[in-house]
């Protein structure tokens, strides 16, 4: 038996796996997000542990004997956040996350340091990022970046909980801005452009391979064996990968979750920088991606379901009955709720509804916000075009795969054909199991085994007419981009 702990943004979701790759159960815990000051987003990482114990009481009444039998657990998480250890392995601060925007500046900052950033890390510096973070504590908190000794992500402070190592894998590590991407190790420049060393990174071992196991009092208190193996695991992006066997180059899927993800796998290191596709490692070796990022997507649903009061399930039905006028004469949204990244790489980019009128009810507000959310996808899968990557199918994971009518919307705006898995919903929670069952077997060949797509659940074919009638909106849909006021234009962060 395999566990996967996925420690996303508004929640901890685990998911118990058998030796066959068979879901047996799933569990979660809620999170919540702080934000004292406007752009800035923050957790208590100890919110993080806390509502990990809950989810794995919850998942071991459901299946107690085989939660018994764990041999290996896996790791996913929120890609770039910063927890901040000092002495004693203490928590400093709030770990800040991946979708704060307060390090605008320090973006520039650390461009103009480090001039080979690009070729290096492959990624355009944004605020997101984990190494223009510490440069605002520098500037901004300079006790705590003096008393620093370590920074982790968020899942492997985790791991620090469970195991009491300090450790990372490349797919997490590749979104820092502090790793030689190509390499798979840690670039000193880059470090040194922030005013660190490598004493303050963790060691890095490969997403299937163990990095250590349980202490005795983590496992006394869970019920398991102090002799589970924890896998190096991965960022939520590379674990859903492997979750849903995107493992091969040409692989990949869209992520309907808090951000949206477009993912494709790579042979080789394959950055494009100038139209803000991040090109990270895999979790397996000798593999790397592409993807396109925008920070607003099924969050954008939750939002507005909460500003109407409709539980999602209701409104989606609303909108699946809309007839084809009602669509064509939707207003148009932009999903810019937190800035974006991938095409525009542009934190002071807002949300936006578009041609409201009288006649439009909830339904076609709803309707505008799932379109607005595909047309980011549009633009990412664009940006990916640029990149020189091509696809012909993409799997669709996350909470917001659950929906048939947003996944045949999706496959006829990218005019690609998008799939469904069996336990696609879990999102990184599956690859992070499947991890934990590579590091925890020996035998040859149990890549392909062990990472092999899932049963498929559904599959959408783009419907050419529909296709050609979201194309105008769709130009519309840039245009009032292009055409908003502008704002902060001398802080525009490079590349912008």
């Not at 916000?369 to 696809?391: K, N, R, S």
Request: aromatic share 6%; proline share 6%.
């Amino acid at each position: 038996m395999y566990l996967g702990i996925d420690l996303g943004t508004s929640e901890v979701k685990i998911v118990l796996m058998d030796q066959a790759g068979k879901l047996l159960a799933d569990a979660g815990s809620a999170l919540t997000v702080s934000r004292p000051q406007p752009r800035w987003s923050e957790q208590d990482p100890e919110q993080w542990w806390q509502a990990t114990g809950e989810a794995i009481a919850k998942l071991r009444a459901k299946a107690p004997a085989e939660f018994r039998a764990v041999r290996a657990i896996g790791l996913s998480g929120q890609m770039h956040g910063a927890v901040v250890l000092g002495a004693q392995d203490r928590v400093l601060r709030p770990a800040i996350l991946w979708n704060d925007l307060r390090s605008i500046s320090e973006c520039v900052e650390l461009t103009e340091r480090a001039p080979q950033l690009h070729q290096i890390a492959g990624n355009l510096a944004m605020p997101g990022f984990t190494a223009p973070k510490l440069l605002w504590l520098a500037h901004h908190e300079p006790d705590v970046f003096a008393a620093m000794q370590m920074v982790l992500l968020p899942k492997d402070w985790l791991r620090l909980k469970l195991t009491g190592n300090k450790v990372s894998e490349p797919s997490d590590a590749a979104g820092t801005l502090w790793l030689d991407v190509a390499k798979r190790d840690w670039s000193d420049e880059l470090l040194t452009a922030t005013g660190m060393r490598r004493s303050h990174m963790p060691r890095l071992v490969e997403g299937g391979e163990s990095s250590g196991t349980l202490l005795p009092e983590v496992a006394s208190a869970w019920g398991l064996s102090p002799e589970v193996i924890v896998a190096g695991g991965g960022g939520d992006g590379a674990a859903s990968a492997v979750g849903i066997g995107a493992v091969n180059p040409g692989d990949g899927f869209v992520s309907l979750g808090t951000s949206g993800v477009l993912f494709v796998v790579n042979d080789r290191f394959r950055p494009n920088p100038a139209q803000a596709v991040h090109a990270f490692c895999h979790a397996l070796p000798g593999r790397w991606h592409q993807m396109s990022v925008m920070l607003s997507a099924a969050s954008c649903l939750r939002w507005f379901c909460r500003l109407v009061s409709v539980d999602e399930a209701t409104l989606l039905n609303e909108i699946a009955e809309l007839d084809s006028a009602a669509l064509e004469n939707a207003p148009l949204f932009l999903p810019y709720l937190s800035g974006e990244r991938t095409p525009h790489n542009d934190p002071y980019a807002q949300g936006v509804f578009h041609g409201l009128s009288h006649a439009h009810g909830r339904a076609a507000l709803g309707y505008a916000v799932i379109e607005g959310v595909t047309f980011g996808m549009a633009d990412g899968l664009a940006a990916l075009h640029t990149a020189g990557t091509e696809v012909t199918e993409l799997s669709l994971v996350g909470g917001g795969s659950r929906s048939p009518y947003w996944a045949q919307l999706i496959a006829d705006a990218l005019n690609v054909r998008m799939v469904t898995h069996v336990g696609s919903e879990t999102g990184g929670a599956l690859g992070a199991a499947r991890l934990a069952w590579l590091a925890a077997n020996d035998q040859p060949g149990k890549e392909a085994v062990i990472c092999a797509k899932p049963p498929l659940r559904e599959a959408f074919t783009p419907n050419a007419q529909r296709h050609a009638a979201l194309q105008p909106r769709l130009a519309a849909y840039r245009e009032i981009y292009r055409c908003r006021p502008e704002r902060n234009a001398d802080a525009a962060l490079p590349g912008h």
